[in-house]
């Protein structure tokens, strides 16, 4: 059962254009939403992060929107640039069972073309 | 600001041979996770620990092992490694919300 999904596995942009990746859950009890980015032999690295309470988070060039009632999240990157290419992960955070649980997405792959 | 440590990075391990993965977290973080990556597979969690003398399961707890007997370390033990077990390994530490932070990994095969 795949709390959180995304379903591309790749992306490729043109250098310069907007990246929108983005990323479904069906547990309602998810309350905070969070994307990483990973380099290749690396860990992933936190980007940025949304509250349920909320509907966007911007941080320079990456903004988070996030649609409650379609339970969809999405990551826009703009302009995007070459440093940009990565896995990016979606991950959505709960308490289930009196503990905090995080739920990561597939991840998808996103190249920037020059 | 070291964060999160993990070793080693790389291992090969033989069908049936143990061993363990070690995690260090110097953030004084209460959560501590072991996670593992599998190619189009995302991120999936073996163990967790909400502190000290707290552990749980995670999705994907068999053949795996954990203790928490500090704040500061979380080790993953293998017993009798399977090729399924080839993975790159993950451990994670935050407070009890908010970001999580990783480690390098570590690549792990299983011949």
């Keep these: ?114 | 600001n070291a964060g999160v440590t993990q070793t080693p990075k790389f291992r090969i391990l033989k069908i049936g041979q143990s061993m363990t993965l070690q995690c260090a977290q110097d953030m004084n973080h209460n959560y501590m996770y072991w996670y593992r990556q599998d190619p189009g597979m995302g991120l999936k969690l073996i163990y967790y620990s909400v502190g000290a003398g707290i552990t749980d399961k995670g999705e994907v707890p068999n053949g795996y092992n954990v203790s928490r007997s500090t704040t500061e370390d979380f080790p993953l033990r293998l017993e009798l490694a399977a090729p399924s077990q080839t993975s790159v390994y993950f451990c994670a530490s935050r407070i009890v919300t908010g970001e999580l932070f990783f480690g390098e990994g570590s690549r792990l095969t299983v011949l």
């Design chain 1, 1 to 114: 059962d795949q709390q959180v999904k995304q379903n591309s596995p790749s992306l490729s942009v043109q250098e310069g254009r907007i990246s929108i990746l983005n990323c479904d859950y069906t547990n309602s009890m998810f309350d905070y939403f969070l994307w990483y980015k990973k380099y290749p032999a690396e860990g992933p690295t936190f980007l940025i992060s949304i509250s349920s309470i909320k509907d966007k988070n911007e941080d320079g060039r990456f903004t988070v929107f996030l649609n409650k009632s379609a339970k969809h999240l999405s990551l826009h990157i703009v302009p995007s640039q070459p440093g940009d290419s990565a896995v990016y992960f979606c991950a959505a955070s709960g308490v289930h069972q009196g503990a905090q649980k995080l739920v990561f997405g597939q991840g998808t792959r996103l190249t920037i073309n020059p």
